[in-house]
């Protein structure tokens, strides 16, 4: 893996690492459905507006279809499981969470893509998760049945994701590839489609309480236009560069940037436990992105 493409997955994981914090501001206030919508739907704006900015001609090359299905499974149905995740667990549980992706990669990869289970990344997953877990300790949760719904809900979220890679890989860049922009912008069209009707039905018939501070506006800005929508090119970029289960361990790193922002914006302090967990998702990212002996 190129020294740039390294970079990127840093810096990759360190955007994500803050839509946690920021769904964390924005879904006490607007509710599940109303916060999930206003992501993807803003997202799509961003993305067109950047496009439109760089003068990038917008043709899909007949594969506008696959795209839209591509985004109800990489944005649409996440976005709604990390919200609701969000009514009950801190945003570092959600990122820490998230950090299974690479497990449902590897294991989706191996049960339906033919995708190799190296020893690499079989003991890269066991570091990863070894890592994730310890991390957990830092701030105990109660057990109840909403925090065991919303735990549900950021796994069914990353086998989303886990599924994402090798359906792009297949569908996009098997296929002839498409440039990362068209195929974020065409992803966040197919979450926003899917998302529209339950939203609308949802502000007809319960609409929140209150419609946000300038400050929860501002998150969804950020939520919205970083964390989405240049995420998203930026991901898709990376899966058509170094793969998808190689892409898919950015979610290792997205717990310790959880922590990092908690020490610089709320103050908090580093553990042992951090440092003991980020020294296993360190070995755990060795293991993954180790390049295979040629035999």
């Not at 067109?48 to 149905?77: D, P, Q, W």
């Not at 990122?95 to 990869?109: D, Q, Y």
């Not at 995420?231 to 717990?255: E, Q």
């Not at 103050?267 to 980020?278: C, M, N, R, V, W």
């Amino acid at each position: 893996m190129k020294n740039s493409d390294f970079i990127r997955l840093i810096s990759l994981s360190a955007i994500w690492g803050a839509s946690f914090l920021f769904m964390r501001i924005i879904v006490p206030s607007l509710g599940v459905l109303p916060s999930a919508f206003f992501r993807v739907f803003f997202s799509s704006i961003g993305l067109f507006a950047l496009l439109a900015t760089l003068r990038f001609s917008i043709n899909f090359k007949g594969k506008l279809g696959v795209l839209l299905l591509l985004g109800i499974v990489s944005s649409g149905i996440p976005v709604v499981m990390y919200s609701i995740a969000a009514q009950v667990l801190p945003a570092g549980y959600s990122a820490i969470f998230n950090a299974t992706t690479p497990l449902m990669g590897v294991l989706i990869g191996a049960l339906f893509f033919s995708e190799k289970l190296t020893v690499n990344k079989a003991g890269g997953v066991v570091f990863g998760l070894a890592g994730v877990a310890v991390l957990t300790r830092t701030g105990p949760v109660t057990l109840t049945l909403p925090v065991l719904l919303g735990a549900a809900a950021c796994l069914v979220a990353t086998s989303c994701y886990g599924l994402t890679g090798f359906l792009t890989k297949r569908w996009i860049s098997d296929q002839g590839g498409l440039d990362s922009k068209l195929v974020a912008t065409g992803s966040q069209l197919g979450a926003t489609a899917l998302l529209l009707p339950p939203f609308l039905f949802n502000v007809s018939t319960s609409p929140p309480a209150s419609w946000g501070s300038t400050g929860v506006w501002l998150a969804i800005a950020g939520l919205s236009f970083i964390c989405t929508s240049l995420a998203y090119i930026m991901y898709f970029r990376l899966i058509a560069d170094i793969g998808p289960v190689k892409s898919l361990t950015v979610t290792f790193l997205i717990p310790l940037f959880g922590v990092l922002w908690g020490v610089i914006f709320l103050h908090e302090q580093i553990t042992l436990a951090h440092l003991a967990g980020g020294t296993l998702i360190a070995i755990a990212l060795w293991l993954v992105l180790k390049p295979a002996k040629i035999t």
